[in-house]
């Protein structure tokens, strides 16, 4: 386990001396979930800081219409909790499930006090926090000032960046990008079939070519 724990950049330069006594304790330890399971529940207290070792997960919320909207995916590297761990309120607002099978390394919030007095520690802490933020800023631009056109162009030409091509696979099922986009199924194969219509895009399954890069622009 000490070698998965120091492979992760955040306790990289932390001594095993400094480890071996919080896995020995289990304010360190590492939990596997198999896919579609729960996580976290919406409302649940928020416990622990949590590391993806392996694997997806996702946070949901219900809508009134029934559907769900997926508000943000984790993948490995990335961190759940810090914004709640040492809040007045730190339950968590969503639902976060597995998407895959998944390896989450679990810290304690007495572990994460004590590994915030080392500097190299604290600055990936603070380095995370930030990251997560942004991601809230853009689910929240993307949530209630955006079209469901803008954002569907914006998350292809986001993939069409990350693959480094034109033509792209969608990482996540149909259904799973209309619950990212917060819209029905219907509602997205409509703007899907509108854009091919228009010739901003050939589908061929989860396979979508962008033919005019600057209209995503």
């Known amino acids: 386990m000490i070698k998965k724990v120091s492979a992760i ?24 979930y198999l896919k579609g399971a729960t996580v976290y529940n919406q409302k649940e207290g928020c416990k622990t800081l949590d590391i993806v ?11 009134e219409s029934g559907s769900a909207m997926t508000m943000f995916e984790f993948s490995k590297g990335q961190m759940l909790g810090a914004n709640l761990l040492f809040g007045d309120t730190n339950a968590y607002p969503f639902t976060i499930y597995c998407m895959s099978d998944a390896q989450i390394l679990h810290v ?11 500097y190299h520690f604290a600055m990936q802490f603070i380095k995370m926090l930030s990251f997560n933020s942004q991601k809230l800023n853009r689910r929240i631009t993307m949530v209630t000032q955006k079209t469901l056109r803008e954002n569907l162009l914006e998350y292809l030409r ?7 091509s034109n033509i792209i696979m ?10 990212y986009l917060g819209v029905q199924r219907p509602s997205l194969f409509r703007e899907i079939k ?3 219509g228009e010739g901003i895009i050939d589908v061929s399954n989860r396979t979508i070519r962008l033919n005019h890069i600057q209209d995503l622009d």
Not at 53 to 63: F, H, N, R
Not at 158 to 164: A, E, V
Request: glycine letters at 2%; zero cysteines; charged letters at 15%.
């Open 194 to 196: 509108n854009l091919k």
């Open 158 to 164: 986001q993939q069409s960046i990350l693959q480094r």
């Open 170 to 179: 969608l990482p996540i099922s149909k259904k799973h990008l209309a619950d």
């Open 9 to 32: 950049p955040m306790f990289s330069q932390l001594s095993s001396n400094m480890l071996m006594p919080l896995i020995s304790e289990n304010h360190l330890y590492i939990k596997n």
């Open 108 to 118: 304690t919030r007495k572990a994460v006090s004590d590994l915030l007095r080392n």
């Open 53 to 63: 070792l392996s694997g997806s997960l996702v946070a949901y919320s219900l809508l």
